[in-house]
């Protein structure tokens, strides 16, 4: 069972690892095209990703719709959370629902239904466009982290806020909110970092006009390979990775991903 | 918290919001998407209000059929393999100690966060002909010619299976990590070998919870794109790459809204079934 245990972590950890080993590889090679093995060693095609403006424009659009996208996700979560939360809402499961529900499905459906409507409005190829359907079908996982953060607050620290004389509104501003921001920039970096990668809702929507850095990479490919794409797939993992890698260190990554807290109180 | 207070109008106002741009951003577009199903194409990409069932009829014409069937067939079998895999690796990771336990799960988030592109991209090179496996195995002596194994059927299986696999990790995760640990230990004072007790009584406990996220990562493959588009040829196209094909290539949006109705039941239907077995579960706590 031991030697087991090592095999498959072993195994999983290379499965996850090799291809992206590979990309880097790939893109330190000074040659245009792909050889294994590289023939040398170069940075020129991580300099190429700044250089070249296609590439530098759309790396500056995906960053501001995930900026604005994860901030408006954030903003439709915290006021559901909170009050679902903290008051006997009637429709409770059914609104929580219909905060769920966009994730849920397919992204496909999101990114059909987005182009629908902003052809029907006749407001086309727009970037906000993307940023709303992102911020919409990404507020689900603001809306988890609260949630769960709501769930974990102590419930005599705002009622002590109350007898002390202050209103619903001072109490929130002074007491519950400070509390509350881990899980709004947990919920913040989930779904920019998510927003950052996605393609289908992004092209769908506004594909044809604003070029995303997903979307970019997916017509380079089409049209051959070029070793950029390699240099901007290691940036995007490194991105992920020291994003994550905060987590881990500032907030309870564990906690944040469903483990009991009393098995992780015993691993310590 | 748990004593929750009696909604005042103030606290209906402030949900005004969320629930407004819910409703104007989700619903709303869904609705129409609904309705743009019964819609009538006119040439030029274009499309009229009416109602014919002409897009609903279309779906049982051979190529959707095939489509849909080899989308399922597909997911499931990517479904089957992450599971299979990750329960023994997330019950191994939930016993490891503090250090490693983190050091994977932010390895794990990290793939999760990867864009299908990316992900596509990277076995694409791992798979292709000028600097992947096979490149490593002539490099070695062990093969005498370079071999490309993509684009395929395997290709698009292990692609899915890649972007699947963190995903299923984390649906297992907290029940895995609350499972009663005087459940096994039991098992194992009474004379039960590590795996026996995997065997007999982990996995039964956890039959549920695996079912659970066999589906949810069903649901989440049969939603993906990019890795059928990149690692595939047409006859491997998943549903969403025929319906956003449809929808933007082919510029019919009533026959790919009718399509993305079906994918909305059929994942629907899943989900629904992931909340049974859970409020079954919670019922029998």
Request: proline share 6%; glycine share 6%; charged share 10%.
């Amino acid at each position: 069972m031991r030697a087991l245990r090592v095999v498959l972590a072993v195994l999983v950890v290379m499965f996850l690892v090799a291809p992206l080993l590979v990309v880097a590889i790939v893109s330190i090679n000074p040659s245009r095209y792909m050889d294994f093995p590289p023939g040398g060693f170069s940075l020129h095609w991580y300099g190429q990703i700044w250089a070249d403006t296609g590439w530098r424009s759309a790396i500056e659009r995906s960053l501001i719709i995930a900026t604005a996208g994860a901030a408006l996700a954030v903003a439709i979560a915290l006021p559901m959370a909170y009050v679902l939360r903290a008051y006997r809402v009637r429709l409770t499961p059914l609104l929580y629902g219909l905060g769920i529900l966009p994730f849920m499905l397919p992204p496909v459906i999101s990114a059909l239904g987005a182009q629908v409507f902003w052809n029907g409005v006749n407001h086309i190829g727009r970037i906000e466009n993307v940023i709303v359907a992102h911020g919409i079908f990404f507020s689900t996982l603001p809306l988890i982290t609260i949630s769960l953060a709501m769930d974990t607050l102590d419930p005599a620290l705002p009622e002590a806020a109350q007898t002390m004389g202050a209103n619903p509104r001072k109490t929130f501003r002074t007491v519950t909110f400070p509390l509350l921001v881990p899980s709004m920039i947990t919920g913040y970096a989930a779904a920019f970092v998510l927003s950052l990668n996605e393609y289908i809702i992004a092209f769908l929507v506004a594909g044809f006009s604003v070029e995303t850095l997903p979307i970019k990479i997916f017509n380079s490919l089409r049209y051959g390979f070029t070793p950029t794409i390699a240099a901007v797939t290691v940036v995007f993992i490194g991105l992920a990775t020291s994003v994550f890698s905060l987590f881990a260190l500032f907030g309870n990554l564990l906690r944040f991903l469903g483990a009991d807290p009393a098995v992780l109180e015993r691993q310590r | 918290m748990s004593g929750r207070r009696r909604p005042s109008v103030r606290s209906y106002l402030v949900l005004a919001f969320p629930v407004g741009m819910l409703a104007i951003f989700f619903l709303t577009p869904f609705l129409m998407m609904v309705a743009a199903s019964f819609y009538r194409r006119i040439s030029g990409g274009f499309y009229e209000p009416g109602f014919e069932l002409a897009s609903y009829t279309r779906l049982f014409s051979g190529l959707f059929v095939e489509r849909a069937l080899f989308s399922i067939w597909v997911s499931l079998v990517a479904a089957a393999a992450c599971v299979t895999l990750a329960f023994p690796f997330t019950y191994f990771l939930t016993q490891m100690r503090r250090r490693p336990h983190v050091v994977l799960l932010v390895l794990v988030m990290s793939a999760l966060s990867l864009s299908e592109v990316i992900v596509g991209f990277s076995w694409s090179v791992v798979l292709g002909r000028a600097a992947g496996i096979s490149n490593i195995l002539v490099w070695l002596g062990l093969m005498g010619e370079a071999q490309p194994y993509q684009p395929g059927f395997i290709a698009v299986l292990l692609g899915l299976s890649y972007i699947a696999f963190p995903y299923c990790i984390l649906t297992l995760y907290p029940q895995l990590s609350r499972l009663d640990r005087e459940v096994s230990e039991a098992a194992q004072t009474l004379g039960a070998s590590p795996w026996r007790t995997f065997r007999t009584v982990v996995i039964p406990i956890m039959r549920p919870t695996i079912m659970a996220a066999f589906l949810l990562v069903f649901v989440f493959t049969l939603g993906s794109y990019l890795i059928a588009a990149i690692l595939g040829r047409p006859e491997h196209w998943t549903l969403s790459v025929f319906i956003s094909d449809q929808a933007s290539f082919n510029a019919n949006v009533p026959f790919a809204s009718a399509m993305a109705m079906v994918l909305t039941v059929l994942s629907l239907g899943l989900v629904g079934m992931v909340l049974l077995i859970e409020s079954k579960t919670r019922r029998a706590e």
